[in-house]
């Protein structure tokens, strides 16, 4: 009887859960509400503790060519005058063993679900069902209910459904919503060929086919951009605090959301020129209000685990969100494929456990270091960026794997409320320092 795995979300943090537990015995069904394609174009960055499970924990080695990824060289940092004040080179290779590499999120998504997918691969390939919203789950018995009422039985559930997670009401058994983080996000892309021809002074100045993160830093509002699809595609994701951006925060809850070009450039009007001329090339703008979870006291009941933004949605000033649902799906696949062998249905929440241990306080780290992230880049008055892009690096990306971590970590660290855990806990929304976040896209 093979062992049955629902993974509930079809998202980054979905698709790795089901490459990492790909096995003959594990039987993956994921299921997704959406009918997918409708990713909006923008660039993802992997930093190398992401990458390197990808190349050589899951040996996705065509990565690089097949999903068009572009190794990032290093930050650029401008201040709002246009004069380029840092400049942080990275050697990602040599010091972590991986490259931080740059996606166009359609191209990374696709890849992941090929790999989820294919018949190619070892172990039994999952299948996604598209169109397939869950209502709710019963956490003990592994049981979770479709919109059209269809009930499907799972040994473990992996709960992967996003920032609005329904699932984590279920785990925790209270609502516990993302918090505004006082951040929105603009995002869009452009064509390289668009802004040599139509914005000629930014492509002079920033050279948007080059491997480069550039960000242009004010007080309180940033663009950070880089390319995507070898050079060919732009791609910007500018961060203001909700209440200078000039539009309703309140209506920005999803991808979906459309922001205004006029507002847009109205928020930056205080950028460099040649800014100003690439951001007027903006046409399909997209428009995300931030928000981020306090660390959850466990992520786990019965024979569900959350994962990905459903446990820990973070700020994107490291560009962690993505990179940390993937050392999920790594944890998963390290100590359920341990198990393998005879893994049985009643072993599943102390495998959940040693998951979750092996996790907890590192991702809820990463978590307080993205909010940190977000601090003005300037004292105010001041045109000093102090900002230091590479600040949280070492301890981001120098992670070798779960069993490693756990070998570190004294056992049931996280049950309960720990010592540790309480001090991470950040305090209510008006301590969160004024917003302005770092690099990511
Ligand atoms: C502006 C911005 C920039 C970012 N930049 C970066 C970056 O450069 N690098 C990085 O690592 N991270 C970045 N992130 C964070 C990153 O995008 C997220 O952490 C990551 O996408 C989370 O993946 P996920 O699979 O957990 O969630 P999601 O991508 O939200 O996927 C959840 C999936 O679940 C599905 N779903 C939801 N509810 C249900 C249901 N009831 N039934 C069935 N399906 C359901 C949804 O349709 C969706 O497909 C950024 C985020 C933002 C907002």
Redesign the pocket.
Known sequence: MPFRIII???????LAAAVALRSPNHEITI????R?GTEIG??????PN?TRILQQTWGLNHLLDHAKGTVDCGFRVYNVEGRLVNEVALRSKTQYGADRIMWHRQDLHTYLKDAATTEERDGIPAILRTS????NCDCQSGAVTLENGEVLEADLVIA????????RTSVLEEEVKPKPTGLS?Y?FMVSTKTLEEHAPDFAAKIKPAEPYTPMIMAHDCRLIMGPARNGDMYSV?GLVPDERMNEDPDSAQSWITKGDPKKMLETYKDFPIWAKEMLKQAKNIGL?Q?RDLDPLHTWNRGRVIL????AH??L?TQ???????IEDAEALGAFFNDAEENCMRDDVPDILRRVINARHERVSLIQKFSRDAAKPATENGSSEIKMRPGEFMDYNCLYRGAREWEERQPAEQVEGSSSTLDELRLGPRESVPTPIATP??
Do not use: N, Y
């Open positions: 509930v979300g079809g998202g980054i943090a979905g299921l997704e509400q959406s997918l923008a660039t993802i960055s992997l930093q992401a397939s919203r869950i209502r992967a459904d996003g920032v609005h997670s329904a699932i996000a995002r994701v995300w931030l994962i990905g933004d459903a949605a973070m994107p560009g962690q969100g993505a990179s940390q649902a990511s896209a």
